[in-house]
Structures are given as C-alpha cells and as structure tokens.
C-alpha cells in the first residue's frame, strides 16, 4: 500500500522571527546573570566570607544576595534560551511559570509597599543604623553607605549624630575616629577639588550644630531618600511600568511558543487550514450575509 505523508503547521516569517530575539535576548541575560554571579562569588571570596570565622554571618552579606541573583537570572534565562532553541515544552513552561510567579510577586510586593508606606521609614532606619554599625567591619556596607551619603549630601540615619552607634566614632573609644564621622559626611571632603581628607570629619561630634554645619552636611539620610523618591516618582513609576510591561511581553511570546511547538508536532496541516477555511466562511458571513438577510427580513415585514 503506498504510504501517505502527513503534513503538519509549521513556522510564519513572524513566528521565526520571534524565536531567535527570544534566543537571543535570554543569551543576553543568560551571560549577564553569569557576570553577576561572578561578581558575588569574587566578592565572598575576596572578604574571606566562608572562613570558619565568618560563615555565621554569611547570610547578612550583601555579596550573597548578588549571587543568588546571579544564579537565578542565569537558571531562568538559560531554561528559556534552551527551550527556545531546542523546542523544549518542559523547559519553556518552567521559564513560564518562573517569570509569571516573578510578575506576581512583585505586584505582591508593589501592593504590600503602598500598604505599608508608614513602616517602610521605620525599616529603612534600622537598615541603615545597622549598616552603621558594622561600617568599619564590612567593605560593601561601607561601599554602600558611602554612596548614599555622597549622592544625596547627608549625614546618619535621621542626623549625622547617629554615627555615635558605631564602636569607632562614639565618643567613648579610644581611637583617633572618637567623636568624628566618615569623610563622606563632609561638605568639601576633596579640599577645594585638590587632595582626599579622610580625617575631615574628625571631632564633628564634639561641635554645636552652629559650628558642624560648615564641616559636615547635617541632614539625615532618610529625609533624602524621600525627597529624592518625590522628585523621581514619575520616573520610577515609568521604569517600573516597563520593566513589568517586557515581563509580560516575554511571558506572552513563551506561551505562543509553547502553542506553536505543540501544534508544529501534533497538529496536521489539514487541521490548521480547515479551521482558517471556517473561520473565513464565519467572518463572510457575519460580515456580509447576516446583514443582508436581516435587511430583507426588515423589508418583508413592512410590507
């Protein structure tokens, strides 16, 4: 008996198209989650963060947050590459499911924030007066510290005499910080743009606010996170729409994936055409026919 040959739906121009800026743009983030990670796992390493002495603290360190980052990004944007690339049901649906739990959980986290906007100051203080603390202790923490004290010309959590909670600046310790705060309190750290004064900030502690204000920025840093919060809302409100928005958009293009994978190995062409063939006679007929037998059928009743 001659053997018939079963023809089945495959890929549009679009369809292709799709396929390889979905590849390569999970690629992308695939190489760069990989970066990220590297950088949190050189970051660990450089501190020492696994040493006996250290690894009970290992889950306070910020570089670990980096690498768990790192190694989602990469796992995610692997799975979605690969399952592109190879046509893998499974492997697309994970992809799927992972950036649909990601869109919910910050919609989840969108609202619970909006809900809790009168706590979010009281966490952000113990955040930063913890980072305080272990300021001489911890390189990313001062990295951090410093970076927002520089940016937004503030000094402490609500003053800049918060700095006394640190070992090294109270007014108590031996050491020559005693009473003094980090360079990045003070207003001309750079002496007039010419040579970095680490010690600019040294006995800012023992002066009246009268006398400090002319060496270091008194302001708290919390009151600048806000302010800058409210000259950037808009935006952050458009960063955050788009970011949402190519998650969605990346979740809709997986699923029509998915959709055109199972019907390029399941579904025969026949199928595909005749379900286009019926939906064209539906629309000619909704479009067309329908109108004019209603017109007559107004027609005749009048008469």
């Known amino acids: 008996m001659p053997r018939t040959t079963q023809l089945f739906y495959r890929y549009s121009l679009m369809d292709h198209f799709l396929k390889y800026l979905f590849i390569i743009c999970n690629l992308v983030f695939t190489v760069m989650g990989l970066v990220v990670l590297g950088l949190g796992m050189w970051g660990l390493i450089s501190k020492e963060s696994f040493a006996q002495e250290k690894i009970s603290s290992i889950g306070t360190d ?10 989602v990004l990469t796992m995610l944007c692997l799975s979605g590459c690969v399952g592109a690339l190879r046509e893998n049901c499974f492997l697309l649906k994970l992809f799927s499911f992972a950036v649909l739990t990601l869109i919910a959980v910050q919609v989840l986290l969108g609202i619970l ?30 990295f951090i510290t410093d970076e927002i004290q520089t940016n937004l010309q503030c000094c402490g959590a609500d003053n800049y005499r918060d700095w006394e909670v640190n070992i090294y600046y109270n007014c108590s310790a031996p050491g020559v910080l005693a009473c003094g705060v980090p360079a990045t309190c003070c207003v001309d750290p750079l002496e007039n ?31 600048g996170i806000s302010r800058w919060i409210e000259l950037h809302q808009t935006q952050i409100g458009i960063v955050s729409i788009v970011v949402v928005g190519v998650q969605i958009l990346t979740l809709f293009v997986s699923t029509r994936f998915i959709l055109m994978t199972f019907l390029v190995r399941n579904v025969p062409l026949t199928f595909i055409v005749s379900l286009q063939f019926m939906y064209t006679i539906s629309l000619f007929v909704s479009t067309y026919i329908h109108p004019a037998l209603s017109c007559c059928y107004g027609v005749a009743k009048d008469a």
């Open 193 to 223: 743009g010419t040579v970095w004064n680490s010690q600019c900030g040294v006995g800012a502690l023992m002066l009246d606010e009268f006398s400090a204000q002319s060496v270091i920025f008194l302001g708290g840093c919390l009151g």
């Open 62 to 71: 910020p570089m670990l947050i980096v690498m768990s980052l790192g190694f």
């Open 113 to 142: 924030a909006y809900s809790m906007q009168g706590q979010i100051g009281g966490y952000l203080r113990s955040g930063m007066l913890a980072a305080m603390v272990r300021y001489q202790d911890d390189l990313d923490l001062r």
